[in-house]
């Protein structure tokens, strides 16, 4: 695969998690479950919530407007590792402090990685640049 395809890959797997977190409030029934927690426990679960919803909403939308500069620039390059070297912490945290053995963590855990090796993949040597692979 090209690594257009990889980053417009990373792009679709933001706007995935966008998604999946902006249906924490039902999800996770926090009117209800937030309740018993304290005023600034309750604001700052809801407020990173919403930080990560705009993190990956802006991720996606780099992925899919300046693809051409997030392959060719050290800047885009730095923007992808960070985004690779996020979804490795993420994984590392997973097992740090939700050590649950249930289907849908291993799944959440899977997209971590997916994640990580999406974004690296534009950046490793043998990934065709841009549209073309010779």
Known sequence: MTATTWIHLGGLHSLAFALFHMAFWKLFRWRD??????????AIVQILNLRLIYVFLGIAALCFVYTDEL??????RALL??????WVGRTIEQFVFLRIN???VHVLTALFVLGAAI????????????????
């Not at 479950?33 to 309750?42: E, F, H, I, K």
């Not at 392959?71 to 885009?76: E, I, P, R």
């Not at 590792?81 to 996020?86: A, I, K, V, W, Y």
């Open 33 to 42: 479950t937030l309740r018993s927690a304290t005023v600034a426990d309750r």
């Open 71 to 76: 392959q060719t620039t050290a800047l885009g």
């Open 81 to 86: 590792l960070g985004m690779s070297l996020f």
């Open 102 to 104: 249930r289907p849908m």
């Open 119 to 134: 974004f690296v993949m534009p950046l490793l040597p043998a990934t065709c640049l841009r549209t073309e692979c010779e």
